[in-house]
């Protein structure tokens, strides 16, 4: 994300249509001579061919996702190589030994099973090109996590978000106020541009939402406060475009941060971004106490996802209890 998401979007299709365009015939022969040679770079450029052009999600695919794609079908392909695999022919029981040598290694059943979806993936290329039929992946049993998500990677605590806040420039302030007040995901945040921003309705319309859904989520003071900061400095500083923060890549997002929980000693307590959009929204949940209403916040489709997002409190029944007659 180093560029526009119209010039990154357009690389991806670009590439994409180098390989879709070619005929049948060819493009069968380049993904069977790559999965012979178990060419890892030429198998990762037909998966990102077929997930940029004939997926649902298409060029809107995150470059998180895409990275995690990336790892899992590297991983494939170096056991397949380790392992003598036919990947045009696997074994009936070689798929379910690669999960099982996965989860052997040490690895967390989130992460398992981001690496058997990244294979199934290649495996829906090489059939989307015409190099196989085969579908290894379909019935393999994944490792499942019992630990919720929450539990895994809780909110942030309200002191390390003021802490970080009282040290923070004004735009890591913007990223962080974006993240734990308007629940907004890297991604999304990172997207924000100044037009999409009504400070005066105390509105910002998320653009570029998961799945491409836009949302419009309120403003907090704080956040409004901020953005006001913010472009005050841009209009001594004209010729820094339409976006909102300056950098926009994940790893310098991410960079500065970190570099900031430094500044604060609290290096340790810093988990990525994530936690600040379930510390938003476990604050709006407590406030409403209504999943549904905090779903929309943060553009879920689905409120059971929204459940593994929000911390309650473990005696939060405890008054309604005492009262039992």
């Known amino acids: 994300m180093t560029q526009s998401i119209q010039a990154y979007t ?11 365009g070619l005929t049948d015939e060819a493009l069968r022969v380049r993904a069977i001579t790559a999965a012979r ?12 061919a077929y997930l940029s052009s004939d997926t649902s999600a298409g060029v809107k695919l995150s470059p998180h996702t895409l990275r995690a794609y990336r790892k899992g079908v590297q991983v494939l392909v170096e056991h397949a190589g380790a392992n003598a695999w036919n990947l045009l022919h696997p074994g009936r029981r070689e798929p ?7 989860t052997a290694s040490g690895l967390k059943p989130a992460t398992v099973q981001a690496r058997v979806a990244a294979a199934g993936a290649l495996y829906r ?24 998500g929450v539990v895994k990677n809780p909110p942030y605590r309200a002191d390390f978000v003021q802490a970080m806040l009282t040290e923070a420039d004004v735009q890591e302030q913007v990223l962080l106020l974006l993240l734990t007040h308007a629940g907004l995901r890297i991604a999304e945040a990172l997207a924000v541009e100044w037009e999409h921003v009504d400070l005066g309705r105390r509105r910002l319309l998320v653009a570029h939402g998961k799945g491409d859904k836009a949302r419009i989520v309120p403003l907090s003071a704080r956040l409004r406060e901020a953005l006001g900061a913010l ?7 004209p010729g820094s475009g339409g976006r909102v923060l300056s950098f926009r890549a994940y790893s310098t997002a991410y960079e500065r941060l970190q570099r900031l929980a430094l500044r604060c000693g609290m290096v340790q307590e810093f988990r990525g971004f994530h936690a600040g959009r379930k510390y938003a929204g476990t604050q709006l949940y407590a406030a409403v106490k209504d999943f549904t209403r905090v779903a929309g916040f943060l553009g879920h489709e ?8 929000v911390e309650l409190p473990e005696d939060d029944l405890d008054d309604v209890v005492e009262g039992f007659r």
């Not at 040679?37 to 030429?42: P, Q, R």
């Not at 379910?96 to 996965?102: I, R, Y």
Request: aromatic residues 8%; charged residues 30%.
């Open 10 to 20: 357009g690389d991806r299709l670009a590439q994409a249509r180098a390989l879709a």
């Open 302 to 309: 689905q409120v059971d996802t929204t459940r593994r997002y």
């Open 231 to 237: 472009q005050a400095e841009r209009v001594a500083a």
């Open 96 to 102: 379910s030994l690669f999960v099982a040598s996965l």
């Open 37 to 48: 040679d178990k060419a890892f770079e030429d198998l990762w450029a037909l998966t990102l």
């Open 125 to 148: 290329a090489l059939r989307w090109a015409g190099a196989t039929d085969a579908d290894p992946f379909a019935d393999v049993k994944r490792p499942k996590d019992r630990t919720k």
